[in-house]
């Protein structure tokens, strides 16, 4: 039994270590969509979380989408309508820009942030409050 347990043990290790060396978390045209729902029959809204290769001032990027809303009669008291993007380096994941506009039963967020690596300056234009900021990252 124990050379079952250890044998176990061992190829457990060796097809985890094997696999997360050759594994990315995501690619190129996958796609997430999910429904939500309150106790599964009263229909609340969808998201729906897309990644694309794009190109990026010159350089081939991830571009990330996400969005939600809400739908049904939800829609009559809570209206959601959120957009989410990002533009980020294929290899080392670093962010070049975030895009997100919410309007959230009246709350709302319209605000673009710019990542500039050789100032290490993130910039951030915040269209809903109409300012322009810049805070140092690392």
């Known amino acids: ?14 097809t985890t270590t094997n696999s997360q060396e050759n594994s990315t ?8 969509r999910y429904k939500m729902s309150y106790s599964g029959f ?3 809204g969808t998201a729906i ?3 694309k290769e794009k ?22 008291f809570f209206n959601v309508d959120d957009k989410y993007e990002s533009y980020f380096d294929k290899d ?8 997100r506009k919410i309007d ?5 967020k319209h605000r673009i942030t710019s990542f500039n690596y050789d100032s290490n300056r993130a ?16």
């Open 55 to 76: 190109d990026f001032n010159g350089k081939t990027v991830f571009h990330t989408k996400g969005t939600g809303w809400t739908s049904g009669m939800i829609k009559w």
């Open 25 to 32: 978390a995501f690619k190129s045209g996958e796609w997430l």
């Open 92 to 99: 080392t994941v670093k962010p070049y820009m975030f895009k």
């Open 123 to 138: 910039y951030i234009q915040d269209f809903t409050l109409q300012k322009d900021t810049s805070v140092a990252f690392f």
């Open 1 to 14: 039994m124990k050379k079952y347990i250890l044998l176990f043990i061992t190829l457990f290790f060796l």
């Open 104 to 108: 959230e039963g009246g709350y709302k």
């Open 49 to 51: 979380l897309e990644v």
């Open 42 to 44: 009263l229909r609340a």
